[in-house]
């Protein structure tokens, strides 16, 4: 896949500005005019024809300009691969007049020769003006098609920007490792209490995707599969410091844990327990390891579970390590962290089965890319993010 | 017998989908299919995290080489050969462990002893649960030799030991599925002698093509289009699967099948059946092959004297190919001088049944056509009464173009006013193409099929009734042309065929589109 690249010779980026009653809808008509002469066909009849492709919409808020920026080549990458309108806004009602300014332009793939091409609108408002910022967006949205709401910085349900787009999306797609695990509960808690909510979708549970298949693999075998529910002791590793908290990733992991395998939360003396479906206890343990530079705070980085009738003598012992930072820089769509993991399985009367898989890059715009391509309607998030915050508010730490 | 329960781990997931443990075994290791497409497909599955953890790779194959010899092959085969490159050593080793060899004839007993010894030290090692899935990756003429020692061997479990939970056994085998309805049959006979029909996969691997699964999806996921599937509303269908290339030096191999039994009774009877079939009652194999096996006895039974009508072939002569001169099929290397072998057939098949009575599916295939495109194009009626006066005769009918490649995709032609003071009638296309929209790299039809045979879905796989059905249709149009005295007329290379499969259409008004 070549760079995403905007049209040699196409329409420039060209800033629109306005400001006051009726700005917003002078910006948006210049806007769509914008759009129109971006697909004309070019007056020199030797160049190249450009191909608009659109397949959803993609709503991209930022709390500020320099974020907006940040992650525009993100969704520059996206939409080489899922081809979109990207609307783009930064909304500051905080900062400078108020205005509402805003430029469209063609984004472009280069892939096999093709010049196949989506369409981005940069909108940054500023002052009162963030209160049509939503009503600006709507309107340039491509009717008949889904809508995704990429939502950068904290979210605040009662914020009439969100609830407007929200309202208006097809799944609204947060990162906790940005925001936070207790802002994406919040978000799924507010979705659960709406008649047409959009479906909740944080980066970090497609992040944990790879893991949880791997964790079923412990299970497949027919021989192993009553040691699902006589899980006596699970490990949870993250790349952090001592006496870090749980982070995002693991909170997700434990919560889809103990949603499939009917587990119940207590509390003795005001600490969390976790407790099978027959009552017995299971031991949970987070602890960490070093962070490689480049790697996230509180990044998964194994697991370990034990399984059996007696506690110290487990039938079943089941890890998953990643290797940090052992991702390649010569592979077709893989990066320096683009990890190894290490499966392996040992059973009480078997040789130990060991299986080393890749893990795809570990890019904001590959997590972003497989999210979007994921069903939008996802049961076992729901009732993840519900069992996770028992753990969150419970602030498991690294022992 | 009691189904197991379900993994409580796998309930609701979504990740991609994963193979069961097994063995893969390989007869033929040492083929060109093995380096080209199979390990390819294999290592890819491994880069995408679709192999399970309990897998390896057993060649099986006569000449002798060591373990580290044929490592070496199939490495260089997937460094070559697979989409993606280069080759990531940290998985390679990892699957490396994985690869076997087993060297001895097919048709010496203790080639199988030696690999039911190998087979369990696999299971041992690597976690396999004794699940084995065989790849007859030879001539058909070795089938019979293969499947009868892996019988004695005690190689093939119990069909219903799978049911249970037990370990399963699968065998995979490649066209041709027999030359003829007879050594169809007796080729069918040979297999079940070891596995029940459930056990078997027949592999084409055009079903394994991104756009011929969509199909099932367009017609039944989308209630626009069903209701005006069928005669009231198509006029006709074309099905063409056309290659620019020649027979690329397997004129040996082409003498003996021709352009009917290489690509029609098999590709192209599938992409038929898939376009006429009735809803299935569930996507299950079953229910998706017993409905496309009713299409196959529906197809009307040609006799001598329609297959001169609805039948024609051809041969290609000199000609040029995408500006190229190219050499008649005749001057093709171990191609006989007076050949008579089709390399272009084009027929006329009429489905009677309720839904398609009276409706002709034009189906076309062949070599050294101007260009490679496989198409299913649905034609519809004309609009009862036309309102609009147009000097060439008013408004075009409606087509949907299902591209199956390349450029797969599907366009649907529609009529509409140019801009202007004058009502102007233009034929304009809305096109969806997979490339533009999804723009992923899509996996091989041979990676799909290998995982779906370790996951024991055979939808998409031809069952044996299929195949049988096929050849009954097929075997008279071959044995009238037999009869014949007149050799296939020739086409020149680079066109759409001889005038004749022109004059199939003429005759009923119609005429081929230009794919």
Redesign the interface.
Known sequence: MSAPTTPAGGAPPAGTSDAGTGGAARLIAKLEQELRDLWKPPEDPAATPLTRVCTMNIGVVAPSRELLERYTPVIDEVTASIPARAILASIEPDGGADEITGSATAVCSLSGGKNICSERITLAVHGNASARAASAIEALLVPEIPTALVWLGRVHTDDPVFEDLAGEAHRVVLDSEYTSISSVIHVAAWARGQRNAPEIVDLAWTRIAVWQEMLARFFDDLETRPLASKVTRLVLKQACDPGAGIGPEGALMLGWIGTRLGWKTSRLAGALRLKRADGQAVTIELASVPRPAGVAPHTLAGFMLEAGDDPKAPLLRGSIERELASGLTDQEDTTRDADVIVWRCAKADRAEIEQRIRLGANKAAKWLERTLHRPARDVAFAESIAFAEHIVEDGLTVS | MTT??P??????????R?G??CALVIFGASGDLTRRKLMPAIYNL??S?S?????ATVGVARRAKTHAQFCAEMKEGVAQFSR???I?P??W??FERGIGYVQGSFDDPSTYQKLAAHLDEVD????T?RNRLYYLAVPPAEFATIVANLREANLVADAAAERS?GPWTRIIIEKPFGDDLQSSRELNDCIASAFAESQVFRIDHYLGKETVQNLLVFRFANSLFEPTWNREHVDNVQITVAEDIGVEGRGKFYEQIGVTKDIVENHLMQLLCLTAMEPPISLSADAVRDEKVKVLRSLRRMEASTIRENVVRGQYGRGFVRGEEVPAYREEPDVAKDSRVETYVAMKVLIDNWRWGGVPFYVRAGKRLPRKVTEIAIQFKQVPHNLFAAPDGGVSPNVLAVRVQPDEGIALRFTTKEPGNATVLRDVAMDFRY???????TPEAYERLLLDAMRGDATLFTRRDEVEEQWAFIDPVIDAWRDQAAPPPIYPAGTWGPEQADDLLARDGRRWRRP
């Open positions: 197991p329960a993994n409580p781990l796998r309930r609701g997931l979504i990740e991609d994963t069961d443990p491994a880069l995290r192999l399970p953890s309990g897998f993606r490159k280069p990531d940290a998985l080793s990892d041992k090692e690597r976690g649960r939970g490339g533009s929209a999804f723009g992923s790299n």
